[in-house]
């Protein structure tokens, strides 16, 4: 995680291209202060394979996650190769070079494949033979996935740009700009598609909701207020991407809060305090956290009570959580994937990747769980 915007007076600010760039806050740069749980042994683990492992390329300093389409999964990386992988197998489908560095992805429907690529490209291509489909120029650097519905591919670029572009030709249909705070986190906010609404998470902690059809504001709430007094204190952006499921979206923020809002009214229905710089993971009965301290929690989604926490992997830079059957998996810097038990949160097993970190979203696919590392490795891992 990283947070950008102007100079602070902070050690570990960097210069770049005129902006205050805030470094990656991993615990091992502080040892002393904050070092990475120890792993420990896991009596009687419950049975988890990895069931087939595929090479995408690395993602470098951005974060690539797959996108689920039908029985195929979509892959890229900063090297510019886009991939269509069999779901159930692994087995490459057809793997392209987009003609640039990649910066954001992947964005499918099944039938149109969309990227990021340096200085804000959009590039989209035919899902079923990776052949372009054309390429835009969005209005700055694109580190979200775009969102591809039937007729649209959804773009946010950093300047808090949302732009709304025909999936078949690339013609701009709609934009929207919204004013950006002082310092927000250089990270990957994610857009979700939900018709007849395209759902934003935004800096300062808002969840911005549109039509779909013309990028008109249906509404936007806060999911957390920005407090402190410094504007490094008072950063609050949602972290990664909000989630929908039934008439609920669910989000957290960094310094902020996690909460359950309507999906159409964005009534909000619960919020908690807690601080993440990655999205969250809901199901039918909770909605799962893991916050900046390595901490993984769980909340009854119909009203937000606290049902768990496990703090054992304190401060080893854990990914968005993913619920799967009776497991709570969440990735860590090592790349290590750790499953917790849904209901009470106990460590239940261990995998190992490739040894790089996890950042991006993981998902289902069938009765696998997918997770791709920044060394490139996407291994799809089933547990018995």
């Given at each position: 995680m990283r947070i950008t915007g102007k100079v602070?007076?902070?050690?570990?600010?960097?210069?770049?291209?005129?902006?205050?760039?805030?470094?990656?806050?991993?615990?091992?740069?502080?040892?002393?202060?904050?070092?990475?749980a120890k792993l420990v042994d896991?009596?009687?683990?419950?049975?988890?394979?990895?069931?087939?492992?595929?090479?995408a390329g690395k993602a470098g300093l951005y974060v690539f996650?797959?996108?689920?389409?039908?029985?195929?999964?979509?892959?890229?990386?900063?090297?510019?190769?886009?991939?269509?992988?069999?779901?159930?197998?692994?087995?490459?489908?057809?793997?392209?070079k987009a003609g640039t560095n990649l910066?954001?992805?992947?964005?499918?429907?099944?039938?149109?494949?969309?990227?990021?690529?340096?200085?804000?490209?959009?590039?989209?291509?035919?899902?079923?033979?990776?052949s372009q489909l054309w390429k835009v120029q969005a209005s700055s650097e694109v580190l979200s996935a775009p969102a591809v519905s039937d007729e649209l591919v959804i773009v946010r670029s950093m300047d808090n740009k949302i732009t709304a572009y025909d999936n078949k030709t690339g013609e701009r249909k709609w934009f929207i700009q919204r004013t950006t705070p002082p310092l927000t986190l250089r990270n990957a906010p994610g857009v979700v598609v939900a018709a007849p609404n395209v759902y934003v998470a935004q800096p300062a902690g808002r969840l911005l909701a549109l039509a779909l059809s013309n990028g008109v504001p249906r509404f936007e709430v806060p999911v957390a207020e920005p407090r402190g007094t410094t504007e490094l204190e008072r950063v609050s952006d949602i972290g990664?991407?909000?989630?929908?499921?039934?008439?609920?979206?669910?989000?957290?923020?960094?310094?902020?809060?996690v909460g359950c809002f309507d999906l159409q009214t964005g009534v909000p229905r619960w919020t908690k305090e807690t601080s993440s710089d990655v999205g969250v993971a809901v199901d039918?009965?909770?909605?799962?956290?893991?916050?900046?301290?390595?901490?993984?929690?769980?909340y009854g989604r119909e009203a937000?009570?606290?049902?768990?926490?496990?703090?054992?992997?304190?401060?080893?830079?854990?990914?968005?959580?993913?619920?799967?059957?009776?497991?709570?998996?969440?990735?860590?810097?090592?790349?290590?994937?750790?499953?917790?038990?849904?209901?009470?949160?106990?460590?239940?097993?261990?995998?190992?990747?490739?040894?790089?970190?996890?950042?991006?979203?993981?998902?289902?696919?069938?009765?696998?769980?997918?997770?791709?590392?920044?060394?490139?490795?996407?291994?799809?891992?089933?547990?018995?």
């Amino acid at each position: 995680m990283r947070i950008t915007g102007k100079v602070i007076g902070v050690s570990l600010l960097a210069m770049t291209a005129g902006c205050g760039t805030l470094g990656s806050l991993n615990p091992f740069k502080e040892k002393d202060k904050n070092p990475p749980a120890k792993l420990v042994d896991i009596k009687s683990p419950i049975p988890a394979r990895i069931v087939w492992k595929h090479s995408a390329g690395k993602a470098g300093l951005y974060v690539f996650s797959p996108a689920l389409a039908e029985n195929s999964l979509y892959v890229a990386d900063n090297d510019g190769n886009v991939e269509r992988l069999d779901a159930a197998t692994g087995k490459s489908q057809w793997r392209i070079k987009a003609g640039t560095n990649l910066t954001a992805g992947v964005g499918s429907n099944g039938k149109v494949v969309a990227v990021g690529g340096t200085k804000g490209q959009v590039i989209a291509l035919d899902a079923a033979t990776g052949s372009q489909l054309w390429k835009v120029q969005a209005s700055s650097e694109v580190l979200s996935a775009p969102a591809v519905s039937d007729e649209l591919v959804i773009v946010r670029s950093m300047d808090n740009k949302i732009t709304a572009y025909d999936n078949k030709t690339g013609e701009r249909k709609w934009f929207i700009q919204r004013t950006t705070p002082p310092l927000t986190l250089r990270n990957a906010p994610g857009v979700v598609v939900a018709a007849p609404n395209v759902y934003v998470a935004q800096p300062a902690g808002r969840l911005l909701a549109l039509a779909l059809s013309n990028g008109v504001p249906r509404f936007e709430v806060p999911v957390a207020e920005p407090r402190g007094t410094t504007e490094l204190e008072r950063v609050s952006d949602i972290g990664g991407n909000p989630v929908v499921l039934g008439t609920d979206i669910c989000a957290v923020t960094y310094q902020g809060k996690v909460g359950c809002f309507d999906l159409q009214t964005g009534v909000p229905r619960w919020t908690k305090e807690t601080s993440s710089d990655v999205g969250v993971a809901v199901d039918q009965r909770f909605v799962f956290v893991a916050d900046d301290k390595g901490a993984v929690a769980a909340y009854g989604r119909e009203a937000g009570a606290s049902a768990w926490k496990n703090d054992s992997l304190a401060n080893r830079v854990l990914s968005t959580p993913l619920s799967y059957g009776r497991v709570v998996a969440v990735g860590d810097y090592q790349g290590y994937v750790h499953l917790l038990s849904r209901e009470d949160g106990a460590m239940l097993g261990r995998v190992s990747v490739d040894g790089s970190a996890i950042k991006s979203v993981p998902i289902v696919a069938g009765s696998n769980m997918i997770f791709q590392t920044q060394n490139g490795t996407v291994a799809a891992i089933a547990v018995e």
